[in-house]
């Protein structure tokens, strides 16, 4: 069965009832316990430096043009809340990486109703690290180009107005790959093919991702969304899979 372009927000919520439900709980709590320190952790630094971020990113302006600068600041605090969001999703899902792997097969198991999967233990969980953390190396490899051209344009006078809107639309593509790979690499998917599945169902994949996206933007709200997002991608998984 196809999932409908906007159906995100059901697959969100559907898994934060599985998350939070007793069979799962254990398997969250490590990432969640990652998840928030790395939060903590970047708020503190972001706090510090955050004005002068912005003011940096603003371009100089002429005097009789610097009421322009009441449009503009606001434009320079979203590029540079999306970029430390961007920075924080990023860091945590590799840290996190291999209890991120092991949630999604939990909650497949709990979807299915079936368990291919070997039993939990740490040695099977310690197993996971290397094929995990390659993973998430490729995705690394697919997110830095990218984001570099898009830190570059943010620095381009003029130009980088549009800097916010597409780190927008690659953050929702790039929140859909982060999640959806988990399932897709319990199952064995290479990298090449999972993303060309994406594309296929490239219009569901971006609802799956802005809902995402925007949930994780909430401070705070975004640690517990974490496991959520992971159990809704699989979901997404299975039901597009069949």
């Known amino acids: 069965m196809q999932a409908p372009v906007l159906s995100g927000p059901q697959y969100l919520r559907e898994g934060l009832k599985l998350v939070l439900s007793p069979g799962l709980r254990l398997f969250v709590l490590l990432p969640l316990a990652v998840n928030l320190l790395l939060f903590v952790g970047l708020i503190y630094f972001a706090g510090h430096q955050f004005s002068l971020w912005v003011d940096s990113l603003i371009p100089t302006l002429p005097g009789w043009l610097s009421f322009l600068n009441y449009v503009l600041w606001p434009l320079f605090v979203v590029l540079v809340v999306l970029m430390v969001f961007f920075t924080f999703t990023m860091l945590a899902n590799i840290i996190a990486a291999p209890f991120n792997g092991f949630l999604a097969e939990k909650v497949e198991v709990v979807v299915r109703g079936t368990d291919p999967f070997p039993a939990f233990s740490w040695g099977e969980l310690a197993a996971m690290v290397p094929r995990t953390l390659s993973r998430e190396l490729r995705k690394l490899g697919y997110f830095v180009p990218r984001a570099l051209a898009l830190f570059i344009l943010s620095w381009i006078p003029v130009v980088n107005?549009?800097?916010?809107?597409?780190?927008?639309?690659?953050?929702?593509?790039?929140?859909?790959?982060?999640?959806?790979?988990?399932?897709?690499?319990?199952?064995?998917?290479?990298?090449?093919?999972?993303?060309?599945?994406?594309?296929?169902?490239?219009?569901?994949?971006?609802?799956?991702?802005?809902?995402?996206?925007?949930?994780?933007?909430?401070?705070?709200?975004?640690?517990?969304?974490?496991?959520?997002a992971i159990a809704g991608a699989t979901l997404f998984w299975v039901r597009e899979r069949g």
């Open 161 to 228: 107005i549009v800097a916010a809107p597409l780190w927008l639309l690659f953050g929702v593509w790039m929140m859909a790959i982060q999640y959806i790979d988990y399932p897709a690499d319990n199952n064995k998917m290479s990298w090449q093919d999972m993303l060309a599945w994406l594309r296929a169902k490239r219009w569901q994949s971006l609802g799956f991702g802005g809902s995402v996206y925007l949930v994780l933007l909430i401070p705070f709200v975004n640690i517990v969304m974490m496991p959520a």
